[in-house]
């Protein structure tokens, strides 16, 4: 019998099995950023939808209701005011007063502690008696009243305001109606459709004032 005279096989050296290490992290790299992009542009989608159906809601309510569109310039308050619209619901208790009904049929009420998110649109409470519907990104979706072409008489005196009292202004929006609008995945901005910290936000906004 005669005995194997090759060489020994030689086994992976240290600089390949780094390399091969790198190119694996390299791919995975690339791979969670592919996904953190489309669940990103996933999340804008539904945003974008919220707004056009919240919009929708909130024409109805305009068109509808027996009290005017309620004071809104982009803040938190404005974020519960486009909720009290939008669900009827006035005295804060988290369903639609008596008598009266959603607006927005698909807004759902989420609770963070539950830890069960489920379908619609959703809205959660952001202190006594006080909800905000949110985006995507659990944060608020805000609302800015119209400036209006016929000026401030077309909204009359609001008995029911998130200010606590009537208002008989012009709104500071830049649609003639009203701006809906979500501070986008960073929640940096001000709502308006311009660069710089602006450009993610997702609105409703169709062109600029000067």
Partial sequence: MKLRTD????????IEVLVVIAILASLGAIAWVAVGSVQSKEAENTAQIHIE????????YKANATTPLLWGDGDEDSAN?????????FDGDGSPDKGLTSFCKELQYFDPESGERPEGILY??????????L??????????????LEGPKSYGKAKRS???????????????????????????????????DNEDNISNIKFLTK
């Fill in 7 to 14: 060489k020994q096989v030689k086994g992976f050296t240290l």
């Fill in 53 to 60: 159906k919240i919009a929708a809601s909130l024409n109805e």
């Fill in 81 to 89: 005011a486009l909720y009290q619209m939008l669900n009827s619901d």
């Fill in 124 to 133: 959660t409470s952001i202190g006594k008696n006080k909800y905000a519907i």
């Fill in 135 to 148: 985006d995507p990104w659990n944060r608020y979706y805000y609302y800015r009243l119209g400036y209006t």
């Fill in 162 to 196: 998130s200010k606590g009292g009537s208002k008989n202004l012009k709104g500071k929006g830049l649609n003639v109606d009203f701006d809906i609008f979500s501070l986008g995945e960073d929640g940096v901005g001000n709502g308006k459709n311009n660069k710089g």
